[in-house]
């Protein structure tokens, strides 16, 4: 199983758009702002149009970039994925009996999806970040998962890469797949030009996946290399 690729491009000029569509890039989204365009766009490696995009993003200024790596080909299957895990899976956990009491996690989802539909997004992060705060208290951790990655959206659709990393972060000791979730987050700790905290979340996720057989694990091993193959020297 191929990588798949979430990427913004920040303040992009006419010239520089005009690149993209000529490697055949369909934007999903474009905003302007203030400051200038920015644009989204979904690909993955196995797409033919691949590494003239990826040579094409090398040349911005990584600061620039967001790329946030997905096993899924779209960023809305992405969120599902995450925010809404199969009903399956989560009778297997124990999920109903355990976490369906907690009606405060329930009630600040549904809040917070008001909140942005009258796009009040900093007060959406609000109760989100005191419900985080008391699901950890309470060892709701199904609960700290969801309102974390909730949030990390929010935050990634505000431009708030910080932000985004943070709740990424408080997520991550409750991910599911987590080497997965520690690659993705050390690809947004690399677009935001934090190379030391990337790399060593970028050696967690090769660490576990190296020993595992999935093809989604071996190529994610591959994904891992191309960027810090010094990994594989140092384990």
């Known amino acids: 199983m191929h ?26 989204r ?44 779209t960023f809305r299957e992405y969120i599902e994925k995450i925010v809404r895990p199969s009903a399956e899976r989560l009778k297997q956990q124990g999920y109903f009996a355990k976490q369906a009491k907690w009606e405060r996690g329930r009630e600040v989802m549904q809040q917070s999806l008001e909140l942005l539909k009258a796009r009040q997004k900093d007060q959406a992060l609000s109760i989100l ?7 950890i208290r309470g060892s709701h951790s ?11 959206v929010v935050a990634h659709s505000m431009g708030d890469c910080q932000r985004q990393i943070n709740y990424e972060e408080q997520a991550l000791p409750f991910a599911e797949d987590y080497r997965f979730a520690a690659y993705n987050l050390a690809q947004l700790l690399l677009s935001d030009g934090q190379l030391v905290r990337a790399e060593r979340y970028a050696a967690e996720a090769y660490t576990q996946s190296v020993t595992q057989t999935t093809g989604a694990d071996h190529d994610l091993v591959e994904a891992i290399l191309r960027q810090w193959p010094d990994l594989a020297e140092n384990r």
């Open 129 to 135: 970040d005191d419900a985080i705060a008391e699901a």
């Open 30 to 73: 474009a905003m302007k702002t203030s400051q200038g365009e920015t644009v989204t766009f979904e690909i993955g490696e196995n797409d033919p149009r691949y590494q003239r995009v990826a040579a094409l993003l090398r040349s911005f200024d990584a600061k620039r970039i967001r790329d946030l790596s997905m096993t899924v080909p």
């Open 142 to 152: 199904t609960w700290v998962s969801l309102l974390c990655h909730h949030a990390a």
């Open 3 to 28: 990588l798949f690729h979430h990427i913004t491009v920040l303040l992009i000029s006419e010239d520089e758009k005009r690149d993209f569509l000529e490697a055949g890039v369909e934007f999903t």
